[in-house]
């Protein structure tokens, strides 16, 4: 089975993220391995892959620590607060404060276990950093592959990594052009379209979600 995971986010967001201590350059592009692995933003996504794959592969982990390792280096790499606002949209600024802080909450735990459930069926995959392009005087996009165990075409993810207070940090993945952010963001406007533009429809959705996890555990 063929598996993208989110270390490959989701994730949207182990050792802290990476400080930088210069603005990202705009001029520079990194068009080869070798170069983009010198650019900061390069350096970050290739280690947390590697950090990724190394506790999928360690075979002396059980489930759970598996799991909270996982929890880990998303929270650590991904910026999981600029992913979740992106992702519902306008509707952040309607809901209240305590919404605001239970919907963050329950997108973090449905992000740990989706991705985590999904890197938990590794078979092989290999991770390269191949490019990196600046964006914005934040922004950067680093290109990478995911190489499969059966030889087949390499998978392409693009991840927007931006600096923000010094710190690195992945805010969006694009598989084969497709953004997981604006994928989810589409699937959660539906809903809030529904209860016209509220987020109470989401948020019951998401504590029902989080629940049939726990339950399936």
Same mark, same amino acid.
């Given at each position: /089975? ?12 182990? =050792? ?19 170069? =983009?692995? @010198?650019?900061? =933003?390069?350096?970050?996504? #290739? ?7 190394? #506790?999928?592969?360690?075979? &002396? ?5 598996? &799991? ?24 952040? &600024? ?5 919404? #605001? ?28 950093? $191949? ?6 005087? /934040? ?24 600096? $923000?207070?010094? @710190? ?29 533009? @509220? ?6 959705? /998401?504590?029902? #979600? ?8």
């Amino acid at each position: /089975m063929r598996v993208l995971p989110i270390l490959l986010l989701a994730i949207f967001f182990a =050792a802290p993220a990476l400080a930088v201590d210069q603005a990202v350059d705009s001029s520079v592009v990194a068009n080869t391995p070798e170069d =983009a692995l @010198k650019a900061p =933003a390069g350096r970050f996504v #290739q280690d947390l892959g590697d950090r990724a794959i190394a #506790q999928i592969t360690d075979k &002396n982990l059980t489930p759970e620590q598996r &799991n909270t390792r996982y929890r880990d280096i998303l929270l650590s790499s991904f910026d999981m607060k600029t992913i979740g606002h992106f992702v519902i949209g306008r509707a952040w &600024n309607a809901a209240t404060p305590d919404q #605001q802080q239970e919907y963050l909450k329950l997108f973090e735990q449905l992000v740990v276990k989706t991705y985590g459930d999904r890197l938990n069926l590794y078979s092989g995959e290999g991770f390269r950093v $191949k490019s990196v392009r600046p964006e914005s005087d /934040m922004d950067s996009i680093v290109g990478s592959e995911i190489t499969h165990a059966d030889g087949s075409e390499p998978t392409k993810v693009d991840w927007r990594v931006r600096q $923000k207070d010094g @710190k690195l940090a992945v805010i969006d993945v694009v598989v084969e052009g497709v953004s997981q952010s604006v994928t989810q963001r589409d699937e959660y406007a539906s809903i809030i379209q529904r209860d016209g533009g @509220k987020i109470d429809g989401l948020l019951d959705l /998401m504590r029902k #979600q989080v629940q049939d996890q726990q339950q399936s555990q």
